[in-house]
């Protein structure tokens, strides 16, 4: 009787986890412990009822943790400047990291600008993608026409 209360406790407790603080590792706890319980029903003894409990739960963490992982940083969403990665953006002024210029516009906001490559300079007018930002400056790479016509 007492197994049968040990399991159900840690069943419950662990779904109350994750309903009321989004922990899905959790679940894998009541899958566990309903494991550990359907066992006891079949005869088998506390220390094989605990064995298959941390075997069953280890078992799902591990297999699901990667998955639950991408699931949810696919989930995220980005804010403030770590949206701006992978936007395209205007020159307004030639881009040239020898000469410490550029300036590029972006949902109306002017930002500094350099280029992602120190050897290349991108011109006013021309078409470029973010790829990073250092400090309160853009890295940029220059955006080929062909590439224009692929995204339209």
């Known amino acids: 009787m007492a197994e049968i209360q040990l399991w159900g406790a840690i069943l419950v407790l662990s779904l109350i986890t994750a309903l009321a603080f989004g922990m899905i590792e959790a679940v894998w706890f009541a899958i566990g412990s309903a494991a550990a319980l359907i066992a006891h029903f079949v005869g088998a003894v506390l220390w094989q009822?605990?064995?298959?409990?941390?075997?069953?739960s280890i078992i799902l963490l591990v297999i699901s943790r990667p998955l639950t992982k991408k699931w949810i940083n696919m989930r995220a969403i980005k804010t403030g400047a770590e949206a701006l990665i992978g936007k395209e953006v205007r020159?307004?002024?030639?881009?040239?990291?020898?000469?410490?210029?550029?300036?590029?516009v972006i949902g109306g906001?002017?930002?500094t600008?350099?280029?992602?490559?120190?050897?290349i300079c991108i011109p006013k007018n021309a078409s470029a993608r973010i790829v990073a930002i250092e400090g309160v400056k853009l890295i940029v790479e220059k955006i080929n026409n062909s590439e224009l016509k692929e995204n339209d």
């Open 109 to 111: 906001m002017e930002w």
């Open 49 to 56: 009822q605990v064995l298959l409990f941390v075997t069953v």
């Open 113 to 119: 600008a350099r280029s992602k490559d120190p050897n």
């Open 91 to 104: 020159v307004v002024k030639d881009i040239d990291n020898k000469a410490e210029e550029g300036l590029v």
